[in-house]
């Protein structure tokens, strides 16, 4: 089940709680207000690990006649309007013209406070609403997707150290991802990940090869001894995974 806003602090200062509101079919408009420039984590992914909140920008610009209150962007999935987010924070009104106001907004994920299921990795739609005084509001679907993704981790060892000239490098590493559920890093199997390195004195890496972690999450393989520099592991990540990419390991070849 998709989260609910549990804490918001809106125009003005108010602060209000959405629990309940009403799910949002694709599409809906119930008429009232339109919204424009809808944007969300500057059109990112949204990666969130298992301990650190993560604040994620938003904005939009609201045209209504009717007196509001309570304007918020937010993501939804599926025909019931599941919701995801833990809390969000709204400016007041940047007046553009006569019933029409620019909106900054800070939608916040703490994974370490609210509980969230790793079924919630993937893609989510945007909607916007707002409440009227009096009763009433308006709430559309704005044709936008957002992809909400498990944070992952890469470690990297590459070995001898000191190693001669044309002899063999073992760069090892561990790939994990965030599991939200157990709010640790588990291991993240039979994914992909490029090993790069960069030798003294470049300003950038090349991919040497390419390997798949085993069963464990576990990355292994060797390479031949050219020149001194530097190994890492990148993994770019997929619909429900963040990229990442480890520390570097420095290797001189005599």
Not at 153 to 173: D, F, I
């Amino acid at each position: 089940m998709g989260k609910k806003l549990w804490r918001a602090v809106v125009a003005g200062g108010a602060a209000a709680s959405f629990i309940g509101l009403a799910t949002v079919p694709a599409g809906a408009a119930e008429g009232g207000a339109s919204f424009t420039r809808v944007q969300v984590n500057d059109g990112k992914p949204i990666v969130i690990g298992v301990s650190n909140e993560v604040a994620v920008p938003t904005s939009f610009r609201m045209a209504t006649t009717h007196t509001w209150k309570w304007p918020a962007v937010f993501l939804y999935r599926g025909s019931t309007g599941d919701r995801l987010w833990h809390a969000v924070e709204t400016s007041d009104c940047i007046r553009v013209s006569s019933g029409v106001c620019d909106f900054n907004e800070t939608m916040s994920f703490d994974p370490s406070v609210w509980d969230m299921h790793n079924s919630e990795a993937g893609a989510w739609k945007v909607a916007a609403e707002v409440y009227f005084q009096g009763g009433g509001g308006d709430t559309d679907d704005e044709g936008l997707t957002v992809y909400v993704k498990r944070n992952s981790r890469l470690t990297v060892n590459a070995s001898p150290e000191p190693v001669a000239q044309g002899s063999t490098v073992t760069v090892t590493g561990k790939v994990t991802r965030a599991n939200w559920e157990t709010r640790r890093y588990a291991s993240y199997e039979g994914r992909l990940v490029s090993l790069q390195f960069k030798p003294t004195r470049a300003t950038s890496y090349t991919t040497v090869k390419k390997v798949y972690a085993n069963g464990s999450g576990d990355l292994k393989t060797t390479v031949k001894a050219s020149k001194t520099g530097t190994w890492r592991w990148v993994y770019y990540g997929n619909t429900t995974t963040g990229p990442s990419t480890s520390a570097e390991d420095r290797v001189v070849v005599q």
